[in-house]
């Protein structure tokens, strides 16, 4: 077996900017205290030659950029991965995110976001959701902070079954659409354990109000946890976990999804 891998790259350019990275679903990358840049992105692909190739390719890119002397910012997020073993798709997901906000020059501000999907291994053929939270700064120090949010958003689904990415496929499945008003609530916090090791964390509580409320108390909820060991002024590790809880899915897919890794993370 020849096994060609091609480096995982990582490109960020740093200004004294916050970028902090807040998705509908989940957060990637820096957090508003502790790391600072205004554009990132990293990706990666590799190619294994077995009986038949198999290749693997993922990417994260943000972008903020700052207005109306600081007191705005507009971020752009998008994450992509896909695994592709010959003519078959193994893993196919993603997201696109645009958001606008305060810069956390205020107490309470608003946060509008737009925001596409798509999950084939779930069958989540796409995804497309916009809203706008009220968020809550209650403090922010030199060593931890805490946010909060609420607000709603409408998501557009098309769940479809026919994916050849779906890994739950039965013959009785059918395409679903499905249109959801949603309450969504967060908690945000990040705090200095000690010198050189960090902690940020960040919960979703989103639950649905179609239907006249009878879904409403099967929320969708997620977790995403940090911590970060500082090796040096360009290099940290990163300990991450999240996971993904919701019973309310129109397809047979377990109702938890979880994630555990470790990395590296290059800073200038």
Known sequence: MNKIALLLIFCYSAQTVFGQVLN???????DTMFHRNLFSLNFGLSLDKQKRDLIEFSSQMENDFFFKKNSLVWIVL???DASLNGGSVLENNGYFQTRLRDDDKRRVYPDYFVQYQWNGVWGLQNRGLAGC???????????????????????????????????????????????????NLTVKT?????????????????????????????PRWFIDANLFFTVSKHLAIRVHYDHNLDAYRPLPIEQLYYNFNMGFQLNW
């Open 24 to 30: 509908i679903d989940r957060e990637n990358g820096q």
């Open 190 to 218: 990040a705090f200095k354990i000690k010198d050189g090791i960090d902690f940020s964390g960040t919960t979703f509580v989103q639950f649905p109000m179609n239907e006249q409320f009878q879904h409403f108390l099967t």
């Open 78 to 80: 998008a994450q992509t």
């Open 133 to 183: 939270n009220a968020r809550f700064k209650f403090w922010e120090g030199k060593t931890d902070d805490l946010y909060a949010g609420i607000g709603v958003f409408y998501e557009f689904e098309k769940w479809n079954p026919t994916l050849s990415a779906f890994a739950f496929a039965e013959d009785s499945l059918t395409v679903v659409y499905r249109t959801i008003p949603r309450l």
